[in-house]
């Protein structure tokens, strides 16, 4: 199945439009298998995927879907047995460890379900961290406009363990849009925070997609969090198996349970 995400409507005022127009993330015929032979495992079963700019999407599934490998091929961080991966129009199948590295400092954002902060740094230092990696000039303005961004204008100067597990994750977030990337990818970003914290932190997200033009995939268990994506993507035993545009954290819920009863009917019957 070929999926598009949807592009929701942006603001008038786009002050910051992050690189050129046209499509963020391209996969077509993703496969990835572990191990050979007969006790092979196929994480990933041959996905195509094409996401627009400026889209927010979330990829769910049940434990063992493909979800952490389908993330880690299309972010660069596993190399996919079959098929090819476009981000920002770069071809990244076949690339060296170190292009991949450094396509992944300058082009991607990354946002973890454990924030990933260095606790020794400083908010600013994290948050310039990416770009420094990068061997790009520490460019304090800019991470001041990603931090007032965020609501941490004043932080700055402060170190992750002085803050609320909220505000660490919203540095991770500024983190993610300093270098303007093409994809933020984010793996379970609110499974550490309450449901309170957990929709601030998604309300900045989507405003990043909505007024920055940030492009945002995010795998989540949570229908809750999905519900502020654009379009669900759901995976079953690697492949997708669907796809729900402005769901309703309720109507989510429902698909994923009726997916995960026929996923684990389909194994009953194949054990
Ligand atoms: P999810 O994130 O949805 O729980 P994963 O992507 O982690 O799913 O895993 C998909 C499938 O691949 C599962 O059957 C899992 O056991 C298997 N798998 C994941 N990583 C490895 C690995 N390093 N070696 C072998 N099998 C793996």
Known sequence: MRLRGNKRRKTDDQPEPQGTPGLAVELCGVRRQYGRGKGAVHALGGIDLVLSRGTFTAVMGPSGSGKSTFLQCAAGLDRPSAGSVRLGGTEITGMRENQLTELRRSRLGFVFQAFNLLPSLTVEENVLLPMRLAGQRRDRRRAAQVLAQVGLADKAGRRPGELSGGQ?????????????????????????????????????LRHAVDTLGATVVMVTHDPAAAAWADRVLFLADGVFAGGLDCGSPERIAARMADLTSRTGAMARAAA
């Open 168 to 204: 660490q994750q919203r540095v991770a977030i500024a983190r993610a849009l300093v270098a303007r990337p093409d994809v933020i990818f984010a793996d379970e970003p609110t499974g550490a925070l309450d449901s309170t914290t957990a929709a601030e932190v998604l309300s900045l």
